[in-house]
């Protein structure tokens, strides 16, 4: 596929029609939200989450909005690797062939990640790889994968010798201004680029029960109050690893937003929770985008990424 300005551009050695990827988790497969997104409008999407063994999640009630956003605890819950390689990964190259696609791993392993990996590395449609470290590292005693520098090592060399596709590894926001360095180790071990950031760990309670708002407890916060987070997160990486490519997550509901993550430094843009809230939201941010290049003068996105002015 050739890339078409303004908004075309090259990450990775992968064309994309515009750089809004729809997030993990919030776009199934494709296949799931058909009927109300647009996926043509779209540059990629980050699929659900992919263990090796099917996962059934957390118990109702898993997500619950609140005035900065969303909480979510969804528990991984997927079909496992043999149903999403046999019967949800060959829909999207066939109705969607222009639309990129990152299959996102899970594991409790690190061998468990590259055995994914290694399994859907030549499935036609599958463009790359988005590994979720955020993790528990069942084998370490449940410390996450992203905290751990030698275990993440190990495991994106792992996912590394399985493909020759591009790896994005998916930091969480917990690892603040650290997560230059944790960034780097992902890096310099085989990654090609990073995705900043994953949800942030929060509580919602319910005042009138007395109880937590879902049935975990706890759960991942995305949505506006994630926008600062990720832009911050994003912007500290891109000064560390200038020339790595970045997908910026989190917040973005409108093309501002997503020009916060471009202007820190991201070359693509994860659009979620807004899509969950309103379907046309990721088709009415590529339109504004445009808009916004055409008024601007902006032939070629990539001449504005990383161009944050800080101040003196």
């Known amino acids: ?12 050695g992968l064309a994309f029609r515009n750089p809004l990827v729809l997030a993990s988790g919030t776009a199934g497969f494709g296949v799931e939200i058909d009927d109300v997104v647009d996926l043509d409008a779209v540059g990629g999407l980050s699929t659900k989450a992919v263990s090796v063994s099917p996962r059934a999640g957390n118990p109702p009630l898993r997500v619950s909005e609140f005035a900065g956003g969303m909480i979510n605890a969804i528990g991984l819950a997927n079909p496992g690797l043999d149903a999403v390689r046999t019967q949800y990964l060959p829909w999207m190259p066939a109705h969607h062939p222009g639309t990129r696609v990152l299959v996102n791993v899970v594991g409790n392993s690190i061998d468990e990640f590259a055995t994914i990996v290694a399994a859907l590395t030549n499935e036609a449609g599958v463009d790359g790889f988005e590994l979720n470290v955020s993790c528990p590292n069942v084998k370490a005693g449940g410390l996450e994968f992203g905290a751990d520098p030698e275990a993440l090592a190990a495991l994106v060399r792992g996912a ?9 590894v998916k930091l969480s926001p917990t690892l603040g201004a650290g997560i230059a360095d944790t960034a780097r180790v992902a890096v310099d071990n085989g990654a090609t680029g990073l995705t900043l950031v994953n949800t942030m760990p929060g509580l919602v309670v319910d005042t009138a029960r007395r109880r937590p708002r879902i049935s975990f407890g706890s759960g991942g916060i995305s949505g506006p109050a994630l ?7 994003t912007w500290r990486v891109s000064r560390a690893l200038p020339n790595v490519p970045l997908i910026g997550l989190g917040g973005v509901s ?3 937003d997503a020009l916060q993550y471009l202007l820190a430094g991201a070359s693509l843009v994860g659009v979620g929770t807004a899509a969950l809230r309103n379907p046309r939201a990721p088709e009415r941010i590529a339109r504004d985008l445009r808009r916004w290049a055409e008024r601007e003068g902006v032939r070629d996105l990539r001449s504005i990424i990383g161009t944050l002015t800080w101040p003196s």
Not at 160 to 168: C, E, L, S
Not at 227 to 233: D, E, R, S, T
């Open 160 to 168: 590394r010798a399985a493909t020759d596709r591009p790896i994005f």
């Open 227 to 233: 926008l600062p987070i990720g832009v911050l997160a």
């Open 254 to 256: 409108t093309a501002d």
């Open 1 to 12: 596929m050739t890339v078409a300005p303004p908004l075309g551009l090259r990450v990775a």
